[in-house]
């Protein structure tokens, strides 16, 4: 049914982004899931699905930059920290309002992700991953010893946002809120791909030489994709800051830029889907890895320990995994399982 | 009407290897120039010299008399100087309309943030431009495989897509790195037909390197000889093939006629 028949008359219809009525549809029932999932959900997994939501925003600003462009960045820890550092001085000290902050932080990282972003010009892959891991330590460092600003290694509290008289304390609040930026980073993106601007990040990554004779310039576009995906990292960090309320440099470690580049590699590398799959695998693996733990130890309480252990080298098990037999990715595999039932029962 | 390109004393060394050696000579404008000479003779490298990919050690290159020796590719690009690779060097996962589209980069003014809404501006800038691409589809018959990974083309056909992509620019100079290589005969008429048409109904000024000398001979206006990096011939067809120096250089080929 959606195969046949579908022919496009214009330049406008073939650009459009829901060309046919199935694909409407099924957006507008995506949609409506994500909304009317705190209706069913506890506050607990409520929780967890903000922090899905924000770890998605993140994880699709780190794939404009890796996946479509193809510059690595191992600093993206550090920049979630400068989204909830800039916001948190905003709100807290300076009390200015969420809404304003949360745009600013969103700025100040992409200046500074900018910035960072100026080696990639000279350097390549590994190199250029050694030059965004000194970003990683020299932010950390400032934010830990700037202690007039940043508290130092005690950190900041925060709070949540509030819209005139309604608060956005509650779980549920605060999901709506998150889900809907991640819904306009997501437009954002999925435009952003199929624009110019898109196609000029596409060449940069896959042929540098060609791209200048497209007549791009590559440092321009190297240093504004670091400052784009610098953006959503940075908004993702003042959300991630305005959820738990806290910010203090051990949540900036270079182990979260390492969770980011395994959500994107795991979930698809240039695939902006992939980027939530693999942000809710990654925020989820560590608590169904908790909760099969608790359900092991209650079998066998001696183990706990071991148990325990195991986590860490299940979760680089699984990237090793992913990385070896899918480089594709989920969003790879969902593909295929689509393709698999399209044909449903005549797939052979 | 004058010379588009003016080529002076044009050397390159890579190493120890002379790439070019003090060449010069002149491209008229709206003309079939081709660029011939045995393999590693120093063709490639002239192209990228004109392109700004490699930085010449030492010479002068005018375009439209403008001195560009020392302006970066992608503003050379900016000029009307359009480019297709010898080893095809397309964007493989994009459809052959997003290759094409790449070759109007410079014509486009959308930023990321209207990029990035696609509303308005931008959107009406994307029609805008697949209209002129469609010309270039049309015009190289390629409105079968528009919505086709260029990766998973024939050959043949990524070729034709190639020269499609600098097309796309809608140059005034484009330079054409042995568009016909590899091909069938079939198909070498075709891309000929193709470079006669760019240069008679488009206007454009053609570049051309190529092996097949029966095809320069019949297509060019003029061309340039190199050997080892040296200019060793330029003139009409007819006086390249009077000329000594580079029958000397072919003896033992025995395409040349
Ligand atoms: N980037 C480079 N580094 C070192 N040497 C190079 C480089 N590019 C070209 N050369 C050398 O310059 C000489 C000319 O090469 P070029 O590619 O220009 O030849 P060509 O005439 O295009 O040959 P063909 O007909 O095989 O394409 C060769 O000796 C080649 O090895
Ligand atoms: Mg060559």
Redesign the interface.
């Known amino acids: 049914m959606r195969e046949c028949g579908n022919y496009k008359t214009t330049y406008r219809d073939d650009m459009k982004l829901f060309g046919t009525t199935g694909a409407k549809i099924k957006a507008i029932i995506i949609i409506l899931t994500i909304l009317a999932l705190p209706l069913f959900a506890s506050s607990y997994w409520v929780g967890l699905l903000t922090l899905c939501a924000i770890a998605s925003v993140g994880a699709i600003g780190l794939n404009i930059l890796t996946g479509l462009t193809g510059q690595i960045s191992i600093g993206v820890g550090a920049f979630l920290g400068v989204g909830g550092y800039t916001s948190a001085i905003l709100t807290s000290t300076a009390g200015i309002s969420f809404w304003v902050a949360l745009p600013i932080a969103g700025i100040v990282t992409a200046l500074i992700g900018g910035l960072f972003g100026i080696p990639s010009l000279r350097l390549k892959g590994l190199y250029l991953a050694i030059a965004t891991l000194a970003a990683q330590v020299i932010i950390l460092f400032v934010i830990s010893r700037w202690d007039g600003l940043t508290g130092g290694t005690a950190g900041m509290v925060l709070s949540r946002p509030t819209i005139g008289q309604f608060s956005l304390s509650s779980n549920t609040g605060y999901y709506y809120l998150c889900v809907i930026i991640l819904l306009l980073t997501v437009l954002y993106a999925t435009n952003l791909i199929r624009s110019r601007t898109g196609r000029a990040f596409l060449a940069v990554r896959d042929r540098d030489i060609a791209a200048q004779i497209m007549g791009i310039n590559l440092f321009k576009y190297k240093v504004m994709a670091f400052a784009i995906s610098s953006f959503f990292v940075g908004i993702a960090g003042a959300l991630l800051a305005h959820y738990t309320m806290i910010v203090s440099p051990e949540l900036y470690s270079f182990h979260v830029s390492i969770e980011y580049l395994a959500m994107i590699l795991i979930g698809g590398l240039g695939s902006i889907f992939g980027s939530i799959l693999g942000a809710v695998f990654i925020t989820l693996l560590p608590v169904g890895l908790s909760s099969l733990i608790d359900v092991m130890a209650g079998i066998m309480p001696d183990l706990y320990q071991l148990f325990s252990a195991f986590k860490d080298f299940v979760f680089g098990a699984v990237i090793i995994l992913f990385l070896i037999f899918e480089p594709g990715g989920l969003a790879h595999i969902w593909l295929n399982i689509k393709k698999y039932f399209r044909l449903w029962p005549f797939s052979y | 009407m004058g010379p588009i390109l003016e080529i002076e004393n044009v050397s390159l060394q890579f190493g120890g290897v002379k790439a070019l050696d003090n060449v010069s000579y002149h491209i008229e404008k709206g003309e079939i120039f081709s660029l011939i000479g045995p393999n590693g003779a120093g063709k490639t490298s002239m192209l990228n010299c004109i392109?700004?990919?490699y930085q010449p050690t030492g010479g002068s290159i005018r375009y439209k008399g403008q001195e560009i020796i020392n302006m970066?590719?992608?503003?050379r690009?900016?000029l009307g100087i359009?480019?297709a690779?010898q080893n095809i060097?397309?964007?493989?996962?994009?459809s052959v309309l997003?290759n094409l589209?790449?070759?109007r980069?410079?014509l486009?003014?959308?930023?990321?943030l209207?990029?990035?809404?696609?509303i308005g501006k931008?959107?009406n800038?994307?029609?805008e431009h697949?209209?002129k691409v469609?010309e270039v589809i049309e015009f190289l018959e390629l409105q079968d495989i528009r919505h086709t990974p260029v990766g998973t083309l024939p050959y043949g056909l990524q070729k034709r897509v190639e020269v499609g992509?600098a097309l796309a620019?809608g140059p005034e100079l484009i330079l054409l790195d042995e568009p016909m290589a590899g091909m069938n005969s079939t198909e070498k008429d075709l891309m000929a037909r193709f470079i006669l048409d760019m240069h008679e109904v488009m206007e454009i000024t053609v570049v051309l390197i190529e092996h097949d000398l029966g095809i320069v001979m019949n297509l060019s206006d003029h061309i340039a000889v190199l050997d080892f990096g040296k200019r060793i011939g330029f003139g009409t067809p007819e006086e390249i093939q009077k000329n000594p120096d580079v029958i000397k250089a072919y003896i033992g080929e025995e395409t040349f006629i």
């Open positions: 392109s700004g990919l970066k590719p992608y503003n690009t900016t359009a480019r690779f060097a397309l964007f493989a996962h994009m997003d589209k790449l070759g980069h410079t486009m003014k959308s930023g990321a209207s990029g990035g809404l696609y931008s959107s800038e994307e029609i697949r209209k469609e992509r620019l």
